[in-house]
């Protein structure tokens, strides 16, 4: 109800195209979700090589945020799982309609807020494709919202459905010299004030809603899955500037 008269007044001005969910139904967190969306394809492309021959895993594709820029341009299989049921349907209904390449599922994870009824714990979730299935794997705004437990299960998943020569994109916030000193003088835009050693939330009662992990642990847990990180790109969350997105993002392949 409280978006229904912008979800209207974008209709009457032909603002909301028929790739772009209503305002009611965004669920994927702040910014403008066009603008976001074409600035990660970019980010695919210009950093982390993306080709529109790729066959590409979106690991917790929302409301298709990031999978509508991509029907543009991927030519190959694109796969996405979300726990949300409403953004699984609106992607199914408007973008597989149109783009059989592009394929959507739910996955029955357990979340407090987007999907009490899952069956199945985030740290022992499978992903529902076979080994070695895909070149280009990524996770944007998922791994901040997951315990450590979850995050080990998912770069284990990560790995095991990523092609030999492949490579994965995660985004982060990561805990460092820089970002914790920036996070003391008050500089950062998110409060990560309860510490638990390798990780800092902002919220004891719903720790999910945002974590942040020391980029040694980042580090070392990629490692134990056979991954080495390729490239890292602060975010502006801790105060940075000139950064290629909010959060911070993770280029890794398997070790040579």
């Known amino acids: 109800m409280l978006f229904a008269p912008f979800d209207l007044f974008d209709h009457l001005r032909g603002k909301r195209k028929q790739l772009t969910p209503r305002r009611s139904l965004l669920f994927v967190g702040r910014g403008d979700f066009v603008r976001i969306g074409r600035e990660f394809l970019d980010i695919f492309k210009t950093e982390a090589g993306l080709l529109p021959s790729d066959t590409v895993l979106d690991v917790g594709s929302g409301i298709g945020r990031m999978a509508i820029p991509l029907t543009d341009y991927l030519e190959n299989r694109y796969e996405g799982f979300d726990v949300v049921p409403e953004g699984v349907n609106w992607c199914q209904k408007y973008i597989s309609s149109r783009f059989p390449n592009f394929n959507f599922q739910l996955a029955d994870i357990h979340n407090r807020s987007y999907h009490p009824s899952g069956k199945v714990r985030a740290n022992a979730y499978v992903f529902p494709y076979e080994q070695d299935s895909f070149s280009f794997v990524f996770a944007t705004s998922v791994l901040t919202h997951l315990l450590p437990d979850a995050v080990d299960n998912y770069i284990s998943q990560i790995a095991r459905v990523l092609k030999p020569d492949g490579r994965c994109l995660l985004t982060f916030f990561l805990l ?78 398997f070790k040579r």
């Open 176 to 253: 460092n010299d820089r970002s914790r000193e920036n996070l003391e003088c008050g500089h950062a835009q998110a409060d990560f004030k309860f510490d638990n050693g390798t990780y800092s939330i902002v919220d004891k009662d719903m720790p999910e809603n945002a974590v942040a992990y020391d980029e040694g642990f980042v580090e070392a847990l990629l490692d134990s899955h056979g991954l080495c990180p390729t490239s890292v790109s602060y975010g502006s969350w801790s105060g940075s500037f000139g950064c290629l997105s909010f959060q911070d993002v993770v280029i890794a392949t």
